[in-house]
């Protein structure tokens, strides 16, 4: 099975040319798309949206994940194992928060070009190299044929909440499509049976609740969301839209009294 996560929406050819690649190398293989939905460029969205759900894949599975800004230029391009999981990506961070998951972390940069398409473009690595690189893994290349062991995969400067015996702060991670700001705190940051008044932007909501049917149509509300991280968000409407936000906005969770 091969998932792909993409910015490259589905009006283009671009996704299709790459499942062609793939289906070339393995027919009848399953493909998954995670999302090509991902904001143009967007490397720290797609890298919270593939840590968020690989891990509820089949054990080697290979996620294909292409938000690639640098193409054409010497980035690297890279595979990965992360326990039972694989991983073929430009080398930007956009793995980064995957790594976060395991020490049991082997890591490849793409130089066997035996591996790659004949002819590689400039602009589209992920139909000429990425692509046929996941491809060759599901075959059951192994990882090292790839090319050379790294040590140095590039990683992003992941924004880390500050927890205190007075709540949390943290930051909102992304914005998904129904407006609800997905913050980088954690579940367990707070104290079980504890009223909290949890504030971003204009917006203060005070309580956190469990579903969205606990709050009247348009009222907003905090929860901890399907991550396991607390969630703002509005019922049948924005949250993003209420509070004026966006991702990296400040959001503090304190207690009431």
Do not use: C
């Not at 143009?40 to 840590?51: G, K, M, N, S, T």
């Not at 398409?117 to 044929?145: K, M, N, Q, T, Y």
């Amino acid at each position: 099975m091969i998932t792909l996560t993409t910015d490259f929406g589905t009006r283009d050819g671009y996704v299709a040319a790459m499942k062609g690649v793939i289906l070339g190398i393995v027919p009848g293989v399953d493909l998954v798309d995670i999302s090509h939905e991902v904001a143009p460029q967007d490397i720290h969205e797609a890298a919270y949206l593939v840590a968020g759900v690989y891990r509820f894949f089949p054990p080697q599975t290979v996620h294909l994940v292409v938000v690639d800004p640098g193409v054409g230029t010497e980035r690297r391009g890279l595979a990965l194992r992360v326990g039972a999981h694989r991983f073929v990506a430009p080398d930007n961070g956009v793995l980064a928060p995957v790594l976060e998951d395991s020490d049991d972390v082997e890591a490849i940069a793409l130089t066997n070009s035996d591996y790659w398409l004949d002819d590689v473009s400039h602009s589209f690595h992920g139909r000429d190299i990425f692509a046929p690189v996941a491809a060759h893994l599901v075959r059951g290349v192994p990882l090292e044929a790839l090319g050379m062991r790294i040590r140095d995969p590039v990683r992003l400067t992941l924004p880390t909440p500050r927890v205190t015996e007075r709540g949390a702060e943290g930051t909102v991670l992304w914005v998904d499509r129904f407006g609800n700001l997905v913050t980088n705190i954690p579940a367990d940051a707070l104290a079980p049976g504890e009223a909290y008044r949890v504030t971003v932007g204009r917006l203060t909501v005070t309580g956190l609740f469990t579903t969205y049917g606990q709050v009247r149509a348009g009222q907003p509300l905090a929860l901890v969301g399907s991550h396991g991280y607390v969630e703002i968000a509005v019922r049948e409407g924005s949250a993003a839209e209420l509070a004026g936000v966006d991702r990296g906005a400040v959001v503090r969770v304190q207690p009431e009294s």
